[in-house]
């Protein structure tokens, strides 16, 4: 059953029924919508014992997710993701106690899968037999592997440039991909890309998975935030550390652990600190400059986070300020050292969008942000075997020896 009571705008917060398909009518595209649930009865349902029933996996929090019931969500097991106490990597860190909640473990190795999961079942609920998005990472190969889960027919939209790595795991799940080449007009492929699937939504009737304007989304990234409250109960940390890109999933993340404190499963709500790489870092300069968002050049090498225009920037602000967070920016050096420290001392080896957390909170503990005696979970969003092709910079193909000992000590230098 369904517990959605409307959809607020992020700006003029004028309510609106479900009907409405993506933004705010009367604000348009920046309008971006939040989803309402009636939380009264979400909590007379919503209790340890009923909960113990249910699949460990996002299908177990249906009241909270804006769809009627679990049945349409793929049969892949989203979320429920593990949480790691890393004891060498927080005695590197300085923090008492560090945990990683290790996203790369989701079907496609992403953080993602949990919003494509709402993605596709909403399109089912909605009558679509299509699905499309605009992206060339994390966000299209679980689109592409939730549709295929599920049965619909999805179309991404990618940057003639895209990595042909990447566009192999769309194709393997059987997505139609259509590669875009760069206008004349001067917007970069990825722009082009994304206003083409927004028209080809419009034209062809397909729902559009896309965290931009579709208010569903972040209601599937949410689940983290509820299952860290589920996992850790009382001993809920006091930092949740996320990389933030678009803004969607530290928003997302926030809003899970609030409705967690209001449902009374956790007594007090940790505080976020948001991650953003310096040379993508408009929503960071935002939060602490104020006023509106001015866009940025978007480059870093943590691909999955290289935002230049983000459009759940409102969101993710509130969020980190209603949580009594902060945010904090890196370069890029530093996010490559800790996916190393992050793969030696913690065993998670994480792509460097997934690991910038881990890269934020030592700088956040060496300036003192965050005091040594607090306990951190750091969200790694995504698995670093999706690129392996960046880990070149830091390390070195070792050289092939001969096959015997005398080989073998010169190299091991014993
Ligand atoms: C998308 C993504 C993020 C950031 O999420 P936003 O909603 O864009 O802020 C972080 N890490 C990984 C691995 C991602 O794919």
Same mark, same amino acid.
């Given at each position: 059953?369904?517990?959605?009571?409307?959809?607020?705008?992020?700006?003029?917060?004028?309510?609106?029924?479900? !009907?409405?398909?993506?933004?705010?009518?009367?604000?348009?595209? !920046?309008?971006?919508?939040? @989803?309402?649930?009636?939380? &009264?009865?979400?909590?007379?349902?919503?209790?340890? !014992?009923? %909960?113990?029933?249910?699949?460990?996996?996002?299908?177990?929090? /249906?009241?909270? %997710?804006?769809?009627?019931?679990?049945?349409?969500?793929?049969?892949?097991?989203?979320?429920?993701?593990?949480?790691? *106490?890393?004891?060498?990597?927080?005695?590197?860190?300085? @923090?008492?106690?560090?945990?990683?909640?290790? =996203?790369?473990?989701?079907?496609?190795?992403?953080?993602?899968?949990?919003?494509?999961?709402?993605?596709?079942?909403?399109?089912? *609920?909605?009558?679509?037999?299509?699905?499309?998005?605009?992206?060339?990472?994390?966000?299209?190969?679980?689109?592409?592997?939730?549709?295929?889960?599920?049965?619909?027919?999805?179309?991404?939209?990618?940057? /003639?440039?895209?990595? /042909?790595?990447? +566009? $192999?795991?769309?194709?393997?799940?059987?997505?139609?991909?259509?590669?875009?080449?760069?206008?004349?007009?001067?917007?970069?492929?990825?722009?082009?890309?994304?206003?083409?699937?927004?028209?080809?939504? /419009?034209?062809?009737?397909?729902?559009?998975?896309?965290?931009? #304007?579709?208010?569903?989304?972040? &209601?599937?990234?949410?689940?983290?935030?509820?299952? #860290?409250? &589920?996992?850790?109960?009382?001993?809920?940390?006091?930092? +949740?550390?996320?990389? @933030?890109?678009?803004?969607?999933?530290?928003?997302?993340?926030?809003?899970? %652990?609030? *409705? $967690?404190?209001?449902?009374?499963? #956790?007594?007090?709500?940790?505080?976020? %600190?948001?991650?953003?790489? =310096?040379?993508?870092?408009?929503?960071?300069?935002?939060?602490?400059?104020?006023?509106?968002?001015?866009?940025?050049?978007? !480059?870093?090498?943590? &691909?999955?986070?290289?935002?230049?225009?983000?459009?759940?920037?409102?969101?993710?602000?509130?969020?980190?300020?209603?949580?009594?967070?902060?945010?904090?920016?890196?370069?890029? *050096?530093?996010?490559?050292?800790?996916?190393?420290?992050?793969?030696?001392?913690?065993?998670?080896?994480?792509?460097?969008?997934?690991?910038?957390? #881990?890269?934020?909170?030592?700088?956040?503990?060496?300036?003192?942000?965050?005091?040594?005696?607090?306990? +951190?979970?750091?969200? +790694?969003?995504?698995?670093?075997?999706?690129?392996?092709?960046?880990?070149?910079?830091?390390?070195?193909?070792?050289?092939?020896?001969?096959?015997?000992?005398?080989?073998?000590?010169?190299?091991?230098?014993?």
């Amino acid at each position: 059953m369904n517990m959605v009571l409307g959809l607020r705008c992020v700006i003029c917060e004028k309510i609106y029924s479900p !009907e409405v398909l993506y933004t705010c009518p009367a604000c348009g595209a !920046e309008g971006i919508l939040d @989803v309402l649930y009636d939380y &009264e009865h979400v909590q007379s349902i919503f209790r340890p !014992e009923i %909960l113990a029933a249910r699949p460990y996996d996002i299908r177990r929090y /249906e009241e909270l %997710l804006p769809i009627h019931g679990a049945g349409q969500l793929p049969p892949t097991k989203i979320g429920w993701t593990p949480i790691i *106490e890393a004891k060498q990597l927080a005695a590197l860190i300085g @923090v008492t106690r560090l945990y990683l909640k290790d =996203e790369g473990r989701n079907p496609t190795a992403s953080f993602k899968d949990r919003a494509s999961a709402i993605g596709v079942a909403k399109a089912i *609920e909605l009558g679509f037999g299509d699905i499309a998005c605009a992206s060339t990472g994390n966000a299209a190969s679980s689109l592409a592997g939730a549709a295929a889960a599920v049965g619909l027919r999805s179309t991404i939209f990618v940057p /003639e440039n895209a990595p /042909e790595p990447k +566009v $192999m795991q769309l194709l393997i799940f059987g997505a139609r991909v259509v590669r875009v080449k760069k206008p004349a007009t001067g917007i970069t492929a990825y722009e082009a890309a994304y206003d083409l699937c927004t028209q080809a939504c /419009e034209r062809y009737g397909w729902y559009n998975r896309n965290c931009a #304007i579709n208010a569903y989304l972040v &209601e599937g990234k949410k689940t983290a935030g509820l299952e #860290i409250a &589920e996992q850790m109960r009382a001993d809920v940390p006091d930092w +949740v550390v996320v990389s @933030v890109g678009d803004g969607c999933t530290i928003a997302g993340i926030g809003k899970g %652990l609030a *409705e $967690m404190q209001r449902l009374g499963w #956790i007594g007090r709500q940790p505080r976020l %600190l948001g991650v953003q790489a =310096e040379g993508a870092a408009p929503i960071a300069k935002t939060f602490f400059a104020g006023g509106e968002l001015v866009p940025d050049r978007g !480059e870093s090498l943590a &691909e999955s986070i290289a935002v230049s225009k983000p459009r759940n920037w409102r969101k993710a602000i509130k969020a980190i300020r209603d949580s009594q967070g902060t945010m904090i920016t890196l370069s890029d *050096e530093e996010i490559l050292q800790a996916q190393s420290s992050t793969a030696r001392l913690g065993g998670v080896f994480g792509e460097p969008a997934g690991v910038a957390g #881990i890269a934020g909170l030592k700088k956040a503990v060496a300036t003192g942000v965050i005091p040594n005696s607090a306990s +951190v979970l750091a969200v +790694v969003t995504g698995s670093g075997l999706k690129d392996v092709q960046v880990v070149r910079r830091t390390i070195k193909m070792p050289e092939p020896i001969e096959a015997d000992m005398d080989g073998l000590d010169r190299y091991l230098k014993v």
